[in-house]
């Protein structure tokens, strides 16, 4: 590789002095009450300074934007921040319109494992500070075994086909996510619980369109204090039609401290 080519390569995720711009932000959140510092990091990647900014600033949530690039794309910029990660990561799509409409309704994509339990309780505290609709979204997956399940007709008892099956294993799914989420939150009955079957990725993705903000745990292994995209995650931050917070695996409470709640306060309301 020669210098030039080694120069464009380390300098194609920056862009030109956007000081200007920032300026322009910055007047624009003052006037809503929010104080902005703005960094001018030196590097010769985007991904490098800006990681380590946010850690030596300890920030408790860092944003990044998704591209144009195609489906399945975040960017190399985007990829690296999130990679490892100690803090909140919120990817949000080039087209989404924060004026539009405000956050009405926010989504959490739910398993009841540890990282499926924080995301919950994180999205319950932003439903609560934004006064937002909190939808609890837990998807089933088809598997093979589920054949096995059925059952051919014997007058004058039903047949129990595919179709019946997959039902069962949805409404199984929303009763065990509904007694999940009381013993969570407690009895509130402003959290919406519902059931899917399909690829949980793919599913959760056409759900993201109704929805102004989805929170995601990060996969349930690897480094702990991290975020480290699973496949979920991963579908969520490159295709997902609103923003997408993913929280680092083995933090407690990230939001709600960012929030300014103390850990468990949601898990206390109702």
């Known amino acids: 590789m020669s210098s030039s ?3 464009r390569r380390r300098h194609a995720n920056l862009v030109p002095d956007a000081s200007d711009e ?11 009450g929010v104080w902005a510092e703005v960094l001018l990091l030196p590097g010769d990647s985007a991904a490098g300074p800006l990681h380590h900014a946010a ?6 949530l860092l944003s990044v934007g998704r591209g144009t690039a195609r489906e399945g794309i975040l960017g190399s910029t985007a990829e690296r ?3 490892g990660a100690r803090s909140p990561i ?4 080039e087209a989404w319109d924060s004026d539009a409409a405000g956050v009405r309704t926010i989504g959490v994509a739910f398993v009841d494992t540890e990282e499926g339990r924080e995301a919950l309780r994180g999205a319950y505290a932003l439903a609560r500070r934004t006064g937002a609709r909190l939808r609890v979204l837990t998807v089933v997956k088809p598997r093979v ?14 047949g129990r086909d595919f179709d019946r099956v997959v039902g069962e294993h949805r409404v199984k799914a929303e009763m065990g996510a509904r007694k999940a989420v009381a013993r969570i939150l407690g009895d509130d009955g402003e959290v919406e619980v519902d059931a899917f079957v399909g690829d949980p990725g793919d599913t959760l993705v ?3 369109e109704y929805l102004d903000l989805l929170v995601s745990g990060s996969r349930g292994y690897g480094p702990v204090r991290a975020v480290l995209l699973g496949g979920v995650a991963r579908r969520l931050a490159t295709a997902g039609h609103c923003p997408v917070i993913v929280l680092p695996r083995g933090v407690e409470a990230p939001l709600e401290e960012l929030l300014g ?3 468990g306060t949601a898990a206390r309301a109702g």
């Open 145 to 158: 075994v589920m054949y096995t399940e059925t059952e051919a007709a014997i007058p004058p008892r039903p």
């Open 90 to 93: 919120a990817v949000v799509p």
């Open 206 to 208: 056409e759900l993201s």
């Open 5 to 7: 080519q080694g120069s």
């Open 81 to 83: 921040l999130i990679h």
């Open 55 to 60: 850690e030596d600033h300890q920030a408790g």
């Open 22 to 32: 920032l300026r322009e932000i910055r007047a624009e959140l003052e006037t809503e």
């Open 261 to 263: 709640e103390a850990p």
